[in-house]
């Protein structure tokens, strides 16, 4: 049976590395990390990798890759950073809001008794600050995402430019090798 670390490394630590080696296009690269900061900051607890599901999904639509392993090794490492992120999101949203006299104080004490009595009644209350708090995030999404394509294409083409010069030099000391009269000289690397 394999272990949990042979597990992730197979399954998460690999594929980062090949990323980070230039095995992945750098523009799939890029756009991964965009995504999986976006999603992994979805403001709320239990919905980030659906969210980074769905929003892998909508690039994939329109034909656009992503990487699985990346988006999702930046959503389970932002789960705390996501959790804490939850009252800047609200009152971004508050900010937002066009009606400030239906706004009910966010208060993390007076939420985990609403929700303690139902789900129902924490929509009816809070409903409208998450709505705002959603679209905060939303607008929040978009602008990390297409900052993290641009700003983490450079060097993530740099990586990919590396791995074709070194693909080169060994393909050319391999074309060296089997060369016939280099051979019989014995003038092989």
Sequence with gaps: MRSTFEWLRGKIVGPISAALRGDVPAEEAALSVGVGFAGGMFPFIGATTPVCVLLMSVFSLFRVSTNV???????????????????????????????????????????????????????????????????????????????????LIVPFTKLSSRKRIDAADTGVADHIKQHPVLRARGNTP
């Design 69 to 151: 392993p990346i988006v999702m090794a930046l959503n389970f490492a932002l789960a705390v950073p996501s959790v804490l992120a939850i009252p800047f999101f609200v009152k971004m949203g508050e900010r937002l809001s066009p009606s400030e006299g239906d706004a009910v104080p966010f208060d993390v004490s007076g939420l985990q008794d609403t929700l303690s009595k139902g789900l129902g009644l924490t929509f009816r209350v809070y409903g409208h600050m998450l709505m705002w708090g959603f679209i905060a995030w939303s607008i929040f999404a978009v602008i990390v995402i297409l900052v993290a394509r641009t700003v």
